[in-house]
């Protein structure tokens, strides 16, 4: 029998990897090592502290361009008039009427709208404008005393306050303006832009105030502004006036009138029944007293209205 020999069969061998050591205590990050989220102002300040030379900059920037722009700008002086509103007399205020304050701030109310309104300041315009050509005319009638040779130099223009505010106020006035609207309303545009109109306080004073480079003509429309205003209420009441006065002289004729013939029907009647009875007399008496205390109230409203129209005309 013939032996076989058998030889074991040799495997791979496969490397096994090393089994995980577990240490025995984990490493746990203190609390000092996290790191805290930034707050709200200091990131403000790290952004600040990144871009200060571009805030520097901007500021250097911005103080010369204000600098530029305030030395071109010409500087302004405001003129300021006030005008001091009368305050209702107690035995003009009727019965139930509100108190005499409210009676003052309607009436203060209602004068600054009346300085504000369109209608004054076409007034005022027209006053300036007047003005302005009344100092020209001195002007030139001053300097035509002076004989000058036709080879002498020719003297400078004289400009009045008047005419140089005109001037600045609506440039190019020398120049035809075919739309007449139109340049009034400019002017009116520009006169309004540079006049304030209001209350002092809680006083019955109102100030009027103009704002121009030149103080002469500040001075002059803020004076204009208030003396025409002033100058057209003296108008107005001497209007009134007049019509109060001319309605009591129509009226005196008829009241003498009708107290005459109260006169002659009592003397008639006395003289046609002989004693007359204690009723028709005492009506007779009281017609007669009424008539010559409605003479006399005419009489002295009529010496009233004269006096202040003596008063208002000095």
Do not use: C
């Not at 106020?169 to 109109?197: C, F, H, N, Y």
Request: aromatic content about 4%.
């Amino acid at each position: 029998m013939v032996g076989s020999a058998i030889s074991p069969i040799q495997l791979p061998r496969i490397n096994q990897p090393p089994a995980p050591v577990l240490e025995g205590r984990v490493h746990v990050r203190s609390l000092r090592e996290y790191v805290e989220p930034a707050t709200a102002s200091h990131q403000l300040f790290v952004i600040l502290a990144r871009r200060k030379w571009s805030i520097v900059a901007f500021a250097v920037l911005g103080g010369l361009l204000a600098g530029l722009v305030g030395s071109l700008r010409p500087v302004l002086y405001e003129a300021t008039t006030q005008l001091i509103i009368d305050a209702p007399s107690r035995g003009s205020l009727p019965v139930g009427a509100p108190s005499s304050q409210d009676l003052v701030d309607s009436s203060i109310d209602d004068h600054i709208t009346m300085l504000s309104s369109q209608d004054h300041l076409r007034r005022v315009m027209a006053a300036l404008r007047k003005t302005g050509a009344a100092e020209t005319g001195q002007d030139n009638s001053a300097s035509g005393n002076f004989r000058l040779e036709p080879s002498a130099i020719p003297p400078p223009k004289t400009r009045s306050l008047a005419g140089g505010l005109l001037d600045r106020l609506w440039p190019g006035a020398d120049k035809t303006i075919s739309d007449s609207q139109a340049e009034d309303a400019s002017e009116l545009r520009a006169l309004r832009q540079g006049m304030r109109v209001g209350q002092e306080l809680r006083s019955r004073v109102v100030s009027v105030a103009f704002a121009d480079d030149s103080p002469e003509r500040a001075a002059l429309v803020a004076n204009t502004f208030a003396q025409v205003y002033v100058d057209n209420l003296i108008r107005r009441r001497q209007a009134s006036d007049q019509q109060e006065l001319d309605a009591i002289t129509t009226s005196l004729p008829r009241l003498q009138n009708d107290l005459q013939a109260a006169a002659d029907r009592l003397e008639k009647y006395r003289l046609s029944h002989g004693a007359i009875d204690q009723g028709s007399a005492d009506n007779a008496a009281r017609e007669r007293a009424d008539l010559s205390q409605q003479l006399s109230m005419s009489n002295a409203d009529l010496a009233a209205v004269e006096t202040r129209l003596r008063h208002v005309q000095e």
